[in-house]
């Protein structure tokens, strides 16, 4: 064979197979250029992930629409001193009211400031709701329609020249309770500045639960009403400065006060002024004590269903003592006469009634409204064990 064949053929085998090789190489490493490319997407996308489900900055809460939710509001208000742009000495409400939504814009808040200012650019709000506007009184109102928010605000004028100002914000039907924003407006500086609540918790009487802020249209009285067995309601007097607890009001006071009058035993010293929580049957369910201002005409009731029920009643000769599960009132009633009158209860009822009494030697005992003998009865108070007097925490009655 000619040898220049034979070179020209080793030659050209020699070229294909780097070609070859070179494009081998080529596709693993298109391959791994791929596979690093699907990798790194895969990475990226996982950090997008991971950054969209970091919470938002405090600047950042705003929604869409450029609304706050009510319960953002509530948890950021005291980081912001508003600027009240047409503040004066003695700004009205909707002056007020409007600066407090620039700053904290809502639904319900919108809706407002658009009844009060037709002018007034904001963003959405709701359509067709009634809303109170009384500049004279420093009151506005949008109470609950339909499933939406609901507000109230109002202003006092503080001695000192500044102006107490409250918002009161609220969601009910997507759960969202009261929230209540104080502010002293500056009429010097023009601003709103945030004011701890003069709601204490130590006021409350239900710690947990719900809280039913009532602003007033007129006067200077803000009340607070708890969820609780009784109804109670707080009551705070704005005294030209501050509110301050004046005391507490009973939705069930006049129901409780007529079953005292009707009991035999009672002693009418007047009307009751104050109130205690007692859990005679340890039940996590309170009893309630109620005593005038004599501090020996009182009554204390447990309750059934929800309703108050005169359980036992004191008088100036009938003190009161306790043991676990009972209640007793016990005195000398007349002459020579001893008498003590016993409630017994467990798991929220009322078990037993058991009346004592005795004149000198004699001794007679009633359980359940049945006579036993003298032993029987002994015997039984005897189980109750040691009993002793309490003194509870006293609260104001507000009429």
Not at 180 to 193: I, S
Not at 337 to 350: A, N, Q
Request: net charge negative; glycine share 6%.
């Amino acid at each position: 064979m000619n040898k220049k064949i034979i070179l020209f053929t080793l030659v050209a085998v020699s070229i294909l197979s780097s070609c070859n090789n070179t494009k081998s190489n080529n596709e693993a490493n298109a391959d791994s250029s791929a596979d690093s490319t699907s990798v790194a997407a895969s990475a990226n996308q996982e950090d997008i992930n991971e950054d969209t489900s970091i919470e938002p900055s405090d600047e950042e809460m705003e929604n869409q629409s450029g609304n706050y939710d009510v319960r953002d509001v509530a948890r950021l208000w005291k980081k912001r001193t508003i600027k009240v742009v047409d503040g004066t000495e003695k700004p009205d409400i909707v002056t007020l009211f409007t600066a407090f939504n620039n700053e904290w814009p809502t639904y319900v808040g919108n809706t407002v400031v658009k009844k009060a200012n037709p002018k007034a650019i904001v963003s959405d709000g709701y359509d067709n709701m009634k809303v109170t506007i009384d500049p004279k009184n420093g009151y506005l109102e949008l109470p609950m329609q339909g499933d939406g928010e609901t507000m109230s605000s109002c202003v006092w004028r503080r001695k000192n020249g500044h102006s107490l100002f409250v918002v009161c914000l609220a969601w009910p039907t997507a759960g969202v309770g009261e929230h209540v924003f104080f502010y002293d407006y500056d009429p010097t500086k023009k601003t709103l500045t945030p004011e701890d609540s003069p709601v204490l918790e130590s006021h409350l009487l239900e710690k947990e639960g719900l809280h039913f802020y009532t602003l007033p249209q007129t006067g200077k009285t803000m009340t607070v009403q708890e969820e609780n067995n009784l109804g109670t309601i707080l009551v705070y007097n704005f005294d030209g400065q501050n509110l301050k607890l004046a005391g507490y009001q009973l939705q069930w006071l006049k129901n409780m006060e007529e079953q005292y009058r009707q009991d035999d035993t009672s002693d009418v010293h007047g009307d009751f002024t104050k109130f205690a929580f007692i859990d005679i049957d340890q039940d996590g369910v309170d009893e309630v004590w109620l005593r005038a201002s004599d501090n020996e005409s009182g009554a204390i009731y447990w309750f059934s269903e929800g309703t108050p029920v005169l359980l036992i009643v004191e008088t100036d000769r009938l003190r009161p003592s306790f043991a676990k599960g009972a209640v007793s009132v016990s005195g000398a009633v007349g002459g020579p006469t001893f008498y003590t009158h016993i409630m017994t209860m467990s798991e929220g009822e009322v078990r037993h009634e058991v009346n004592h009494s005795q004149v000198y030697e004699e001794e007679d005992y009633e359980i359940d409204g049945k006579s036993v003998s003298v032993s029987e009865g002994k015997k039984f108070i005897k189980k109750l064990g040691e009993w002793k007097e309490i003194s509870p925490k006293w609260h104001k009655i507000c009429r």
